[in-house]
């Protein structure tokens, strides 16, 4: 199957003010990824990663070096045509707050090219009407028909976003880019997001690529995560491969009452690696099983409160992957 | 594409609260102007009764008109001839000062072609009224006419600050709101959607400007009588015609309306390239007419955009435009200006990282 988005070599530098003459912030630096039909893909790293900019790069907002390809077309010479193919939220979800969310999205709809919204009508319909059904399907995928002609400046934030996802999907596009969808939304509207998106992915062939910093709901949601740290792909996991880490070791978890004690003698009796002290946890790789490391512990005087075999989450590989080696800072080189 | 942009644009550009605002405004210009002149002609009528009519003196209604002798031609060449003479010998004195001030050469040979256009077409014995970029001279009594013109300036200061808002503010709003971003990941072309936001804003404009000229002739001539007096008309001081004092509107309207759609150009291009709306509208209303007057102070004023958009001072001979200006350098000095702004305001938005 062909890739809806294909990145390669993606790079956007902005001069740094103030900074050495010459320096630039390297806010995406070469980053390669494709998207498939049906696929969410996540966009995982910590603010200024640089998720936004990549957005913005495949969008076609800003400039940028290497190629962007959707569903085919290049967007650097078939602008349009690789457009016609796209929806998005970019940062936020951008609308008239006053206006309705029916006028926002027939607004859209009028901006929007005549042949994506004739697909899949039959030929010889009225715009007018193609335009109104399609208003009216999308207000009815993301469940605001009963609000469509309220002003916008009166939504909740949950609300915004799902008319955001609205004015994406306005055109049935076959890739969908939502840049943190899950932002500010309580738990119940974060659930709503994902079973859209994963029904969208499911049942519509749409390929997805959603940003966020929130790493539950990436495992949650996506089908895989390119984990983005300085403008760099550090990872690029399928979610089923994430139970275990790159060597193919067992996490474990230990709580216990002297930790950082406890860490530098699971280090030495046992030679786990990527050793990880979270409060009273400590987290670590290792071939040994929870008997024998129980028993260690509890002969060396440590009050072991619970030991257990972890499935490896997000938060681990997004830990291990972000924070190995490479100092923190801004990605200015 | 470019009639769906067009039609969102227009629609989104309307703004109730400022059109109300505007209409308003001319009301309240329309009454106090009408109540006003109103009250001179009265005064000027009561006056008028007052003094009996006596041979030899013109009765004061008609005191602008004038009648043409050959006798008076003459006269009036030969003072005229000497003025040019004299502007001239300072013209060459002053050498490039000479174009900081007015232009005495161009006013001084303009009335000397219409005193020989009279001499020329035998215009003898008939009362005239002069056109002039400002309005008609047809009497001491205020005309509908002389309303017209009058309120129609005024206005045009007006319009051109809602030309401002609109032009100035359209891509000013859409950066502020993100907006910007949902339009330009549409497959439609970022040069068709300046082009739609530009020429929408003109529409408005045009649309403003013309039904506030429309209301302000429907309550001149409802108010005040219809001068039709016979007037001269002359263009960059090379054509004449003489016809009746009412065809000032349509010239007024002409370049009031030039006027206000170079401004609409000034601020959409001030509002694209700073992508903000103080920039985009008070800026360019204030900077470009400090700058004019910088500019003209060097003697370059024809040069620069406000003057050379300024079509009414080569309509009549009684104008002083910058020195060395003529309807012929102002044409090309506009058009190489409102096409620059237009550039660069393309080239700001397509090549510009929108976020
Ligand atoms: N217009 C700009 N000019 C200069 N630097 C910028 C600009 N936009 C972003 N950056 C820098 O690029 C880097 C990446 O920013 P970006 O907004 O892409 O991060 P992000 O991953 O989306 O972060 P967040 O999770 O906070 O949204 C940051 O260092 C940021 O300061
Ligand atoms: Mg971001």
Redesign the pocket.
Known sequence: MDAVLTVSGLT?H????GMAKGAA?K??DGISFEVYPGEVVGFL????????????AITGL?SYSGTVKIAGHDLGTEHNEALKNLGAIV?NPDMYLNKSAEWNLKYLASVSDEQSLRKGFPPGEKLGRIISRRVEKALETVGLKSRATSRVKTYSLGMKQRLGIAQALLTEPKLLIL??PANGLDPDGIKDIRDLVRSLAAKNGIGILV?S?QLHEMQLMCDRVLI?SR?KIVADKKIEDLARDSSGARRITVRTDRAEEAARFIGEKTGAENIVVDGGAVHFSADATVAEITKELVMAGFNVYGVSEDELSLEDVFMREVHSGAEEG???R | MFARLYWGELRKQTSKSVMITLLIITAVLLLLTAVLFDSVNDLIDSVADDIPPEEGIEPIRDSYLTVYTPQSVEQQLTIYRALLDGAEREKEELGFDYYRNPDAVYHYKGQIAMLEYIRDNELYGVELAYASGLGVSTGARFTAETFVTTVGTILLLIVIIYAAIVAGGTFADEFKRGTVKMLFIRPSGRGTIVTAKLVSALTHSIAAYTVMFALTAAVGYAVFPASGAQTIYSFNNSAFTVSSSSNILGIMFATNLIEVLTYAVIAFAAGALTRNKVFGIVAPIILIEVVGMIISMFGLGRFFITDAADWSQFVGVSNLPYGGANFFISLPVWIVWTAALTVSAYLAVINR?A?
């Open positions: 956007k902005y001069p740094a003010r912030i806010a995406v790293g910590p603010n200024g990663a640089g998720k936004t900019t990549a957005i913005k800003c940062e840049d943190e940003s910093h983005i403008g801004e990605n200015v | 990282d976020a």
